[in-house]
């Protein structure tokens, strides 16, 4: 089975604080994700790599950049974090979004204070 | 923007009894539409999926029900079971995408009673 591991299950940081959430996948897949999931909201897309060095803004990109130098590896970055960026952020990848779905990693759940 | 509407947001159901979760979506290129279950402490994981050539899929006790004219579909759930107690999304994308972006629905929290 693929694994989609997030490097923290909890983080709590201080408004202001450069803040790094790392996403690993075990696959080989091509694409890779981060949503923020938020009650009543859904699952909101932030940005998304379907290459290495390749990236592209989702729905809601803003106060957040991407990194992706190796294929199995997505960060995350909250450049200056804010108490509206507390939230669960989930990391998923996919060999073929439409043929195979989705594989999510258990989540982080960041609190900025 | 909110291109895929789910309801309700909380639903409670007696074990043994039918759940049904509805969504609709605007983008009339979508032609993927999967549901992905969720249960606490843990990622969302995919259940089951539908393309829009067919008006209904069914695994187990899990049913798709898909209405293209009316741009909306359903999860229904036989036999519900405590078990099932979980957050449901439904999703959607178009297949022309090579990255499988999915649009999610806000989710609904499932809770089956013994």
């Known amino acids: 089975d693929v694994k989609v591991t997030q490097s923290s299950r909890y983080l709590v940081k201080r408004t202001g604080e450069k803040v790094f959430l790392e996403c690993v996948q075990d696959m080989d897949h091509e694409n890779m994700f981060w949503y923020r999931q938020d009650p009543g909201l859904g699952l909101r897309l932030i940005y998304f790599s379907y290459d290495v060095k390749m990236k592209e803004k989702g729905d809601i990109p803003e106060g957040y950049s991407v990194s992706r130098e190796k294929k199995e590896r997505f960060s995350l970055i909250l450049e200056s974090a804010s108490t509206n960026q507390t939230s669960m952020y989930l990391c998923?990848?996919?060999?073929?979004?439409?043929?195979?779905?989705?594989?999510f990693g258990s989540g982080t759940r960041l609190t900025v204070v | 923007q909110q291109q895929v509407k789910q309801s309700p947001q909380s639903l409670i159901v007696q074990k043994g009894g039918i759940s049904i979760i509805n969504c609709a979506y605007e983008?009339?290129?979508?032609?993927?539409f999967p549901w992905y279950q969720q249960f606490p402490g843990k990622g969302p994981a995919l259940l089951i999926a539908?393309?829009?050539?067919?008006s209904e899929k069914k695994e187990g006790r899990f049913t798709i029900s898909f209405n293209k004219s009316a741009k909306q579909f359903s999860l229904h759930i036989m036999d519900s079971q405590p078990g099932d107690s979980a957050t449901y999304f439904c999703a959607a994308s178009r297949g022309s995408s090579n990255t499988g972006k999915l649009i999610f629905g806000q989710g609904t929290t499932l809770q089956v009673k013994p």
């Open positions: 983008n009339t290129a979508f032609d993927y």
């Open positions: 998923a990848s996919s060999l073929d979004g439409i043929n195979y779905g989705y594989t």
């Open positions: 539908i393309r829009p050539d067919v």
